[in-house]
């Protein structure tokens, strides 16, 4: 009697797994299933978040997304961004990982450490300072007038005010995907480095062809990691620029903060977030695609 009360095995293991589950589910619930249920019923109303008055609408919402020039240009900045801030902040992580790999152990941790302090600076305090250092009367921009003959204007230049926003976001991040990658590299079985070395290979020859082959599924994390990154920025073009000059720095969750709480058209932000969250979805599954097949080519 006591052995049919008793669970068996496999069904006390699932209901083990689904316990040790249960945080992260009601986390998901709470905050992913339960906010996508509210943006796809907010996108198709017409609503200020405080009114009484709703009206539906429809996908007018997301018909108007095709002819408003913020959205088009937060489209069109999203992959600007998604090149230059992906490309540099992986050379960025793999050239300080490779510094750091070569330092003696005593000090390689610490070294590690003081390249990952940018990242944990707040976006707000960063983006004070840069506005600070390229004012029009900033100590560095009367150095150039100065002795170079440069007046450059850093934040209302389209080109310049672009590249600004690229420049803090990679100082910032690069840190970050170097301990991914420096944990890649240390991962890399002695015998290894032995054998590339008694091959004759040294330098970019073995970081080509030994280095980052045996290191492709963390490069492929740091890849996805910064591709998210890029579709995410906001801080810096809110505080610096307010997505200007001509929106050349504008991005999705700027324009979705405008449309939500500024001008409070919080169906239209709502229909402009699904839109940002679809163009990312094809984004990562193309990147994924071409990751995964450079895996499979290498052997993972």
């Known amino acids: 009697m ?15 797994g689904w316990l040790l589950n249960a945080p992260y589910l009601a986390y998901s619930l709470i905050f992913f299933l339960i906010p996508l249920i509210w943006a796809a019923w907010l996108s198709v109303m ?29 489209f069109v900045n999203s992959f600007r961004y998604l090149l230059p801030i992906v490309i540099l902040c992986f050379l960025g992580g793999l050239v300080i990982a490779l510094l750091v790999s070569k ?24 983006s004070v300072v840069v506005k600070y250092f390229f004012n029009y009367n900033s100590v560095f921009n009367e150095f150039l007038r100065e002795h170079f003959n440069l007046n450059v204007n ?8 672009f590249w600004v926003m690229v420049f803090i976001v990679v100082w910032k991040m690069s840190g970050y995907y170097a301990l991914f990658i420096l944990s890649g590299i240390e991962s890399i079985d002695v015998e290894v ?22 290191i492709m599924p963390t490069l492929t994390t740091v890849i996805v990691l910064a591709t998210g990154l890029a579709f995410g920025i906001y801080t810096e073009p ?42 990312i979805f094809i984004t990562l599954r193309i990147i994924n695609f071409i990751t995964d097949r450079l895996n499979r080519k290498f052997g993972y």
């Not at 850093?154 to 005010?161: G, H, Y």
């Open 193 to 214: 480095n032995e054998a590339a070395a008694l091959d004759g290979s040294c330098g970019l020859h073995k970081l080509i062809h030994v280095t980052l082959p045996m």
């Open 238 to 279: 809110y505080l610096l620029t307010g997505g200007g000059p001509n929106l050349s720095t504008t991005s999705w969750q700027l324009e979705i903060y405008n449309a939500s709480f500024t001008r409070f058209e919080s169906g239209y932000g709502a229909a402009m977030a699904i839109a940002s969250a679809i163009q």
């Open 46 to 74: 017409d609503w200020n978040l405080m009114s009484k008055d709703r009206t539906f609408v429809g996908l007018d919402n997301f018909k108007a997304l095709f002819s408003d020039t913020r959205v088009q240009a937060a």
């Open 2 to 16: 006591k052995d049919k009360m008793k669970l068996n095995p496999g069904r006390k293991r699932g209901l083990v």
């Open 103 to 126: 330092l003696p152990d005593k000090i390689k941790g610490f070294i590690a450490v003081l390249f990952f302090i940018p990242y944990l600076t707040s976006g707000v305090a960063t």
């Open 154 to 161: 850093w934040l209302t230049d389209e080109k310049f005010a």
